[in-house]
DNA sequence: CAAATAATGTAGCACAGGCTACATAACCAA
DNA sequence: TTGGTTATGTAGCCTGTGCTACATTATTTG
């Protein structure tokens, strides 16, 4: 066919799919410590223990992971981001809100933007967010 | 909010993502299989390994665990599907064109509509799933 | 036929990301 | 002050999903 589907570019396809979950986590928890300091509040492992609904230890082990790889500052009181952490967190922000708000446009019910978003948000291109702006003003434009 | 952002809530989205990854695999590669034996071959270790561009040393430990899991049968020549496989098979394939053909929809190219679909098909709900359909009809009939 | 190649399998390792069980430390309350 | 509760940490286990190294068997080819 003319879908590109011969083996390579399967493969090459999946390796890129490994590569966004391998990258999940961090942004999903970059992202919650971003919003609780953004909230005023001080990010906490017992916050995200109960955000992500798993047990403490996993949040720490999590932690200890993302603190190597510059995301994070676990010094001081609360969880600190570092510059990097920072950055992702803000581009995640920008995704997820982007999806949400398309979901919500083509009519997807407020709860189910929400959960949806979750998983989606790691696997859309740029080029795809692309088209959902566009779709999403020009939907907005009709609206008006 | 009105979101529902409570953490009790958060936690269960993120609960859910956790178990559509822990199914992303053995989706994958029944659909591989199933499209393999759908296009008149015999399904191989080495095929998957070509698609999935990982060693065949990982095809076969994935393997066992689905001949485990009851999806596939590994006792004769080729890689056969269990009724179990084949219609989660089915179903993957479904939502896998649905997603690529909205895509293509609103205007991300087929390049990437494939690529991107391979992320987001496991992620996607039956709302959403409708949502899309009841887009890209519409979109056909504007189309006409 | 003998040697190379392809296909498949096993052994054993690494890391991520879950878990329980147990140890502290700090704080709060009777 | 002593005894629970809360927050955090470590030790050590499991499973999934990658990997390399090393068989084995079948097929192909000089």
Redesign the interface.
Known sequence: M????D???????????RR??SNELAQ?YVE?IYDLIEAGQVARVT?LQ????VTHVSVVRALQRFEKRGLLDRSGDGLQLTDEGRKMAAASAVRHNLVVDF?RA???????????A???E????D??LA??K??LEAKLKIKN
Chains 1, 2 share one sequence.
């Open positions: 003319a879908t590109g589907n083996n390579q570019t399967a493969a090459r396809r999946h390796q890129r799919v966004q979950h999903d919650a916050d109960e955000i992500f609904g979901l083509i009519g997807v019910s407020e709860t189910q933007a929400h959960a949806d979750e998983g989606l790691h696997h859309i291109s080029e795809t088209a959902m566009r779709l």
